[in-house]
């Protein structure tokens, strides 16, 4: 597509609650990034993928969180028992490859989840 | 592990001024710089890349540096617009994902 797209935009649900963020990026990009950002605060690197293989997982919060891609192309990020601190927007980006010197990076609009 | 800093955290300027803001970074291993620009619920949007190879890059009213080997770059802001308010955020890439700084909380004033 022409820009990456992320989708439901909004989200609210209850605590104890799974929900599932879809990611689609750039078409031909290899590299998928998921950060979130929390109210008032920067961006918080959780996984990113090179093809299908996430080669990071570091940065995801607890086991409750979990994020799968197929194909190179679409990706989802699972958050199982849903707690008010997962509450944030869930920002996914895509680029050619990772790292690299003219590798620009594309941000979605972002996936805005409220745990209530 | 690359940490990045981003000074000042909040800059209010009366429309027409020419600004700089500044990030640092602590790992100088990088490929390339990035400069971001994020409205109030919105995604971030590229402002410029510039490569570790380069010094500067120009687009419009704004310019960046980079001094890879100080781990320093700047963004200038030419005669600044109400419409630039905004929170910039500059995040250094090497061969692993980017990373942010907090950013600089940017508010124009008509």
């Known amino acids: 597509g022409a820009g990456v797209s992320q989708s439901p935009s909004n989200k609210v649900t209850e605590k104890g609650k799974d929900v599932e963020l879809r990611c689609d990026p750039i078409s031909g990009h290899t590299a998928l990034y998921w950060y979130?950002?929390?109210l008032g605060q920067g961006l918080e690197f959780l996984i990113y993928f090179q093809g299908n293989s996430a080669p990071d997982k570091s940065g995801l919060p607890s086991d409750r969180f979990s994020a799968e891609?197929?194909?190179g192309s679409v990706s989802t990020l699972t958050i199982q028992r849903t707690q008010q601190e997962d509450s944030a927007?869930?920002?996914?980006?895509?680029?050619?490859?990772?790292?690299g010197a003219g590798n620009t990076i594309y941000f979605g609009e972002g996936s805005w989840l409220t745990v209530v | 592990k690359q940490e990045v800093t981003q000074i000042p955290a909040a800059l209010s300027v009366p429309e027409g001024e020419n600004l700089v803001l500044n990030c640092s970074f602590t790992d100088s291993a990088i490929?390339?710089?990035?400069?971001?620009?994020?409205d109030p619920g919105k995604g971030l949007t590229s402002l410029l890349l510039i490569q570790s190879?380069?010094?500067?890059?120009?687009?419009?009213?704004l310019n960046a540096s980079?001094?890879?080997?100080?781990?320093?770059s700047t963004l200038y802001i030419a005669a600044s617009q109400p419409g630039d308010s905004a929170?910039?955020?500059?995040?250094?890439?090497?061969n692993t994902p980017l990373v942010f700084g907090k950013g600089?909380?940017?508010?124009?004033?008509a």
């Open chain 1, 36 to 38: 979130r950002q929390s």
């Open chain 2, 104 to 109: 600089t909380r940017l508010s124009v004033i």
């Open chain 1, 69 to 71: 891609r197929t194909g």
């Open chain 2, 87 to 94: 929170t910039y955020l500059c995040a250094p890439s090497g």
């Open chain 2, 31 to 38: 490929y390339n710089l990035q400069w971001f620009r994020q």
């Open chain 1, 89 to 99: 927007v869930y920002l996914c980006a895509s680029s050619s490859a990772v790292g």
């Open chain 2, 53 to 61: 190879s380069q010094r500067e890059q120009t687009s419009g009213r």
């Open chain 2, 66 to 72: 980079l001094d890879k080997s100080s781990g320093r």
